[in-house]
């Protein structure tokens, strides 16, 4: 895809799962990959795969939580490559536990402040460069953005609220050239729901015994990176996910079922 070759493209939360597939999906047409995380050591191993398929990669360890570290981390990325064509956020967290057996209450501002600000801060320090490019921005999302999903009221929360900042900012976008894409995988094998936070705060720390039927991260990123190329502004991964917005229209109950079903399928064997 040429749309890429030599395009400077940042992806916050690119040291695993579909930051990383999406980095390593690139790679191989060429761009200038500025890679975000805070573990820098698996950053640099990201850097290593993406420039031996092609890619040249600079690794910047940021918290994207910090609104300072994220203005920061976007001017160097500026001023290493004097363009950003494409920005990714990626960067997101999960949690798994119900309203109610929530312990630490600032559960919901840990999850918003990874999810929600985390992106707000990354697209308002590098829109002054993507206008210049008449660049893309991209948002991963969730089809927890679309529905209520049980024991995941927080990250449904931070995604419903990624959903409204990025479709308010297309608006406001329009004429420059800047297109706004939204991503809403489905259930993808990622460590985010390992690392999911319960009830206590603490990590989930265990893989769901869904895993392994998931949608690998390599065919979700191949989705996205098309997606990309195409400035679309919606892009699925399932048909759970293409059909049920649609569905809840008509027949919001299904809908329910259908989360409340897709959760406890996640976790069978």
């Known amino acids: ?36 995380a805070r573990d820098q050591a698996r950053l640099q191993e990201v850097a290593l795969i993406c420039e031996s398929l092609g890619a040249s990669a600079l690794v910047i360890p940021t918290d994207v939580t910090d609104s300072q570290a994220c203005s920061a981390m976007i001017q160097q990325a500026a001023s290493k490559f004097s363009r950003i064509d494409v920005l990714v956020n990626n960067a ?91 991503v809403a995988p489905d259930f993808v094998q990622s460590e985010i729901h390992e ?26 990123a191949d989705t996205i990176v098309k997606g990309m190329a195409q400035r679309k502004r919606l892009v699925f991964t399932s048909w759970r996910g293409q059909w049920g917005r649609w569905l809840k229209l008509v027949s919001p109950q299904c809908i329910d079922w259908m989360a409340r079903r897709g959760v406890a399928d996640a976790d069978r064997h």
């Open 195 to 220: 690392r999911s936070v319960g009830a206590n705060g603490l990590p989930f720390g265990r893989v769901l015994r869904g895993h392994s039927r998931f949608l690998t991260a390599e065919r979700c």
């Open 92 to 182: 997101g967290m999960s949690m798994w536990s119900t309203v109610e057996d929530v312990q630490d209450m600032r559960l919901f501002q840990q999850v918003m402040a990874v999810n929600f600000f985390g992106s707000v801060y990354c697209t308002k320090f590098a829109l002054p460069f993507l206008k210049k490019t008449q660049g893309r921005i991209v948002a991963i999302s969730s089809v927890a953005s679309l529905t209520g999903v049980p024991s995941h009221s927080a990250y449904c929360a931070s995604k419903h609220a990624l959903n409204g900042f990025f479709e308010s900012l297309r608006i406001e976008l329009a004429g420059t050239g800047v297109t706004v894409t939204i």
């Open 1 to 36: 895809m040429r749309e890429f070759t030599h395009r400077v493209i940042l992806i916050t939360g690119a040291s695993s799962g579909i930051g990383k597939a999406l980095a390593c999906a690139l790679a191989p047409h060429s761009p200038k990959l500025v890679l975000v």
